[in-house]
């Protein structure tokens, strides 16, 4: 009788499932894209159902696709896309909107709102996070506030909050458990990350009730069943993509850091037991967690990363597959003097900036479609600087090697540029599919098939190493570029415009 583990990571544009076996092998993997819905300008959501469905139907394809027995299956783990925000019907399951997804930026009215109130210092020091539609919310209080008799229905305890993690764990266990763990309680920007409760402060502002929030527990625990193929399979870990990268490449020891290269690219580093306050535009989160005792980190979030390379094969049509991107990149020797700046929905970490919109500057007449690939690219590389100097400032430690995960990370120029950019090593994993493994192992934890986390840390082993190769003072040109096209980017959008409540 083997031991998997099931991990299902609900991502922002595809749900996969994939199996690992105690050795952190994949034993297999499927995935299924789903609909991306954008109603309005700056708008973003998804179909609850869908997003369910998607999960669901890839799970039993990975379990038939290899031949997989469920009897084989100890645990199952979940990572999912955090922030996104789903509310349904406690009695019938029915979600009373689709999914406000976390790129979404129609609550930016919501926000100014909370920061012309004074709250702004509140919420930096209860819940580790700046004021941002980025988080779950002011995406609450929207939906509250733009469905019919959705308040009156909350106030009497009939409607259900969840990020996507609680949402799945609700449909797999048929409604028995309405939970959430501490990382994706930490980024609703509702969560007392020190006293690790629902802040009544921020409740009572936003009229959101507590009765719709989900019971926090720890991110290894056993949270309920499963039934598949009539077994009951415990759910057994629940973390928020980027903690559970963190904890995927094996980044337990205080410093330790990684960048995720998806949709968006987020930089973590683990802080131990110590809450770090930013003074450099990043947020203070938990790390993912084995017990009611909690891990901080602090991150610093990049909205449009692995995205801009859809961007430019979709809208653009300048590639027809976004594995191309590197090729066409390396067709130039440089951008020609042309920045990208892909502040498509604002700029995240460390500029909070919701009103910025995405630019490209320095365009010639000579200025090629392999100059603007190339710009997109390296705009990947200089954001993710921008988060590794920030939090070199907040904690005074040089990040000399940096683990990095994600689907943009099998990009070599990609990461050739960011080990030049940065002066650091780049240290690709031998096992790439870090958020999901993440998942599993902190399943396994919660089971016993990992007894403790030096069992899981010595099977992670590095496949590639990147280093610098850029001379000084090109290096320190281009940074200078970027940060001027930075600025023609800010604050671009008129506020009165924007989306409100």
Known sequence: MGSYILALDQGTTSSRAIVFDKEQNIIGLAQREFAQIYPEEGWVEHDPMEIFSSQYGVMAEVIAKNDISVDDIQAIGITNQRETT?????????????????????????????????????????TGLVPDAYFSATKIKWILDHVKGAREKAARGEILFGTVDTWLIWKLTNGEAHVTDFTN???????????????????????????????????SHIYGYANIQGKNIPIAGAAGDQQAALFGQSCF?????????????????NTGNEACKSKNGLVTTIAASINE????????????????????????????????????????????????????????????????????????????????????????????LDLVRAMEKDTGTR???????????????LMQFQADVMESSILCPLVRE????????????????????????????????????????????????????????????ERESAPVA
């Open 86 to 126: 789903i509310l349904w019907e406690k009695a019938t399951g029915k979600p009373i909107y689709n999914a406000v997804v976390w790129q979404c930026r129609r609550t930016s009215g919501i926000v100014d709102d909370l920061i012309k109130q004074g709250l702004d210092d509140h919420i930096r020091e209860t």
């Open 434 to 493: 870090t958020t999901a493994l993440g998942a599993a192992c902190l399943a396994g934890l919660a089971v016993g098939i990992y007894r403790n986390l030096d069992e899981i840390k010595n099977h992670w082993k590095s496949e590639t190493v990147f280093t610098p190769r850029m001379e000084h003072a090109k290096r320190d040109k281009l940074i200078a570029g970027w940060h001027k096209a930075v600025g023609r980017s800010l604050n671009w959008m």
């Open 293 to 384: 005792k909690v891990q901080y980190a602090l991150e610093g979030s990049v909205f449009i990363g692995g995205a801009v390379i859809q961007w430019l094969r979709d809208e653009l049509r300048f590639i027809s597959d976004s594995g191309d991107s590197g090729y066409y990149a390396r067709k130039v020797e440089d951008t020609g003097g042309v920045y990208l700046v892909p502040a498509f929905t604002g700029l995240g970490s460390p500029y909070w900036d919701m009103y910025a919109r995405g630019c490209i500057v320095g365009i010639t007449r000579g200025t090629k479609r392999e100059h603007i690939i190339r710009a997109a690219e390296e705009s990947i590389a200089y954001q993710s």
């Open 185 to 219: 309680a930490s980024r609703t920007m509702l969560y007392d990350i020190k006293k690790l409760d629902w802040d009544d402060t921020l409740l009572k502002v936003l009229d959101i009730p507590r009765n719709m929030l989900p019971q926090v527990m720890p991110s």
């Open 399 to 413: 990040i000399a090697e940096l683990k990095v995960d994600g689907g943009a990370s099998r990009d070599t120029f």
């Open 253 to 269: 020891e205080k410093g330790e850091a990684k960048n995720t290269y998806g949709t968006g690219c987020f930089l973590l580093m």
